[in-house]
């Protein structure tokens, strides 16, 4: 099969085995570039890239991967909160353990999600990103009346736009840097931020993104961290100290309270939303040519939001 690895020089497409073992075979459809991957990369990383993966299993079933490993016997995993499992925080899939940037992926069973009726499995990388954006607005408790503001309009920004509307917030402020990012949070509903709010999103992963979010929020309010941060990134503390701000942190994604997977959440929105794929998926390029969709994701050109690679 046709793959794209991680080498020295970046990426190369390379020519390898079919995965075998156990699990479920699935064609790959659609492998979307996170800025993990960039960062795998850069600190070395010569798997097969990428976990934001949809494809079809044997039986024809168009599916979408949870991209976090799990073990499948321990009590996290047993409720549903596999994103808590030691082997998410080891079996880092696209780092330690191969992605899916494939023609082939072998996953646990446990881990694919069937897509709805109307999600195309070409749409639905994005799927698990989304529902990172998801996770993140759950674990802000944003629900009708809570006024949410979003720092960072990358593809978990907007996505993170979306699921605040969903969840049913009052008002939704994006921080945005570029005017093509601003515009496209207006068109999903976001206004540009004024006065501090109930939840901020923060999910940029830089120092000034965490310091803004603190700054946006009110007296007792929340801050969520999807970013992740490098170990040079100074945490403030007499900010949040002086308000009581909660900074809560946010990883991945889980089962909800009801036993579903947040991933199937975000696909029943993308279906009732077509506009969305339409809009955030800006670039899509055949496996061939992964190495210029790497180099379009690592650019951030204005115009780009999320790049998909179709194996």
């Not at 794209?4 to 979307?32: W, Y």
């Not at 694919?112 to 674990?139: M, N, T, Y």
């Not at 408790?141 to 509307?165: C, M």
């Not at 946006?216 to 040079?232: D, I, K, N, Q």
Request: proline share 6%; glycine share 12%; with cysteine.
């Amino acid at each position: 099969m046709r793959a794209v690895r991680g080498t020295p020089s970046g990426v190369r497409v390379v020519d390898q085995d079919d995965p075998d073992g156990a699990g479920e075979l699935i064609t790959v459809t659609a492998v979307s570039i996170c800025a993990s991957d960039l960062r795998y990369l850069s600190r070395g990383s010569r798997q097969i890239v990428g976990h934001e993966i949809a494809g079809v299993t044997r039986d024809g079933t168009p599916v979408v991967v949870e991209g976090v490993s799990r073990c499948d016997a321990c009590a996290w995993c047993a409720e549903g909160r596999y994103n808590l499992c030691h082997k998410a925080g080891t079996d880092v899939i696209g780092m330690t353990v191969p992605g899916g940037m494939a023609e082939f992926y072998l996953a646990p069973r446990s881990a694919l999600v069937p897509l709805p009726d109307g999600l195309r499995p070409e749409d639905a990388s994005i799927v698990e990103p989304g529902a990172i954006a998801w996770h993140a607005c759950r674990k802000g408790r944003i629900g009708p009346g809570v006024r949410v503001a979003v720092v960072g309009a990358g593809a978990i920004g907007i996505l993170a736009v979306l699921a605040a509307t969903e969840l049913g917030a009052a008002e939704i402020a994006l921080e945005a840097r570029y005017p093509h990012q601003r515009e496209l949070g207006e068109q999903f509903g976001a206004s540009t931020p004024g006065g501090v709010y109930d939840v901020v999103i923060e999910a940029t992963g830089a120092e000034s993104g965490l310091a803004r979010s603190v700054e946006l929020a009110r007296p007792l309010g929340t801050v969520v961290t999807v970013g992740v941060y490098g170990p040079e990134v100074r945490w403030p503390y007499r900010e949040p100290f002086v308000k009581e701000v909660c900074v809560v942190p946010s990883i991945a994604y889980c089962h909800d309270e009801t036993g579903t997977s947040e991933l199937a959440r975000v696909a029943t929105l993308l279906v009732s939303r077509p506009d969305i794929a339409d809009t955030v998926i800006t670039h899509r390029f055949g496996i061939d040519e992964a190495e210029r969709a790497f180099e379009v994701a690592a650019a951030r050109r204005p115009g780009t939001c999320k790049v998909v690679v179709h194996p």
